[in-house]
């Protein structure tokens, strides 16, 4: 996945003018919002796209990635920048990763690789409309994170313990690599009627971010690939529900 110039470009104004927007909001709502609640915390499932060299390494594979991990699993935690004086303005943090983090050796589809990710982000948000968690809240967020992803490709033909040393032995060959990057997103804050949960939070974001490190061997050999794309930018989507103190 190679993202010309042009798209570069148009990625930079977007992130400028969503900037400009976060500020402003941050201004005005400092006048004329707060926030009731003190905390919050959120579960649920997203949709992250894997970075360009990770898609460059399965593509070279004549592979492709096991379609339920593209689905990450979501915690996501905040509280009030003055909890004591609760404002309009939150921050927290969020915890990625998906089903082959947990498991890798969950079933393997034929002409298939498994793809896992774990990342951490931090957030922060500014309310551009709503007061209460009685009531739909839209917000602007900021989150800037840092993931580690993989891929794993099960090779090998021989299960006899004496050829486990050996390279014809069943096993994972896994690359790795590190990523930075930041979310423009906008969010949506439903209550809801439920017993566990009171609210449901609805993200939609844009991401600009680079691959810092890799890809790398298990033993954080760098693997020698200069023609690789390092940029990285998308979209991503997430559904939580949760409850807000």
Same mark, same amino acid.
């Given at each position: 996945?190679?993202?010309?110039?042009?798209?570069?470009?148009?990625?930079?104004?977007? =992130? #400028?003018?969503?900037?400009?927007?976060?500020?402003?909001?941050?201004?005005?709502?400092?006048?004329? #919002?707060?926030?009731?609640?003190?905390?919050?915390?959120? !579960?649920?499932?997203?949709?992250?796209?894997?970075?360009?060299?990770?898609?460059?390494?399965?593509?070279?594979?004549?592979?492709?990635? /096991? @379609?339920?991990?593209?689905?990450?699993?979501?915690?996501? /935690?905040? $509280?009030?920048?003055?909890?004591?004086?609760?404002?309009? #303005? &939150?921050?927290?943090?969020?915890?990625?990763?998906?089903? =082959?983090?947990?498991?890798?050796?969950?079933?393997?589809?034929?002409?298939?690789?498994?793809?896992?990710?774990?990342?951490?982000?931090?957030?922060?948000?500014?309310?551009?409309?709503?007061n209460s968690k009685k009531e739909t809240i839209y917000v602007l967020g900021l989150s800037v994170g840092?993931?580690? &992803?993989?891929?794993?490709?099960?090779?090998?033909?021989?299960?006899?313990?004496? &050829?486990?040393?050996?390279?014809?032995?069943?096993?994972?060959?896994?690359?790795?690599?590190?990523?930075? !990057?930041? @979310?423009?997103?906008?969010?949506?804050? $439903?209550?809801?009627?439920?017993?566990?949960?009171?609210?449901?939070?609805?993200?939609?974001?844009? !991401?600009?971010?680079?691959?810092?490190?890799?890809?790398?061997?298990?033993?954080?050999?760098?693997?020698?690939?200069?023609? @690789?794309?390092?940029?990285?930018?998308? @979209?991503?989507?997430?559904?939580?529900?949760?409850?807000?103190?």
């Open positions: 996945m190679v993202y010309s110039c042009k798209s570069s470009k148009r990625g930079l104004s977007f =992130a #400028l003018i969503f900037y400009a927007v976060f500020i402003f909001n941050f201004i005005i709502s400092g006048q004329v #919002l707060a926030f009731a609640e003190t905390y919050s915390d959120f !579960y649920g499932i997203g949709y992250f796209q894997p970075s360009s060299v990770m898609n460059k390494i399965v593509l070279d594979s004549g592979k492709s990635i /096991f @379609l339920p991990d593209y689905v990450t699993f979501l915690y996501s /935690f905040s $509280m009030n920048v003055n909890p004591k004086s609760p404002g309009f #303005l &939150e921050q927290g943090f969020t915890v990625k990763s998906n089903l =082959a983090s947990f498991s890798p050796l969950f079933h393997i589809q034929d002409g298939t690789v498994r793809y896992s990710t774990f990342g951490l982000s931090y957030d922060i948000g500014a309310k551009l409309f709503g840092v993931d580690i &992803e993989s891929v794993n490709l099960f090779v090998g033909s021989s299960s006899s313990i004496s &050829e486990f040393t050996n390279n014809d032995f069943k096993h994972f060959n896994s690359v790795s690599n590190m990523n930075i !990057y930041t @979310l423009f997103k906008f969010l949506i804050q $439903m209550p809801i009627t439920n017993s566990y949960f009171s609210n449901i939070l609805i993200s939609i974001a844009y !991401y600009l971010g680079a691959t810092a490190y890799g890809p790398f061997l298990p033993n954080f050999e760098l693997l020698q690939e200069p023609d @690789l794309n390092r940029s990285m930018q998308g @979209l991503s989507l997430s559904v939580m529900v949760g409850n807000v103190y």
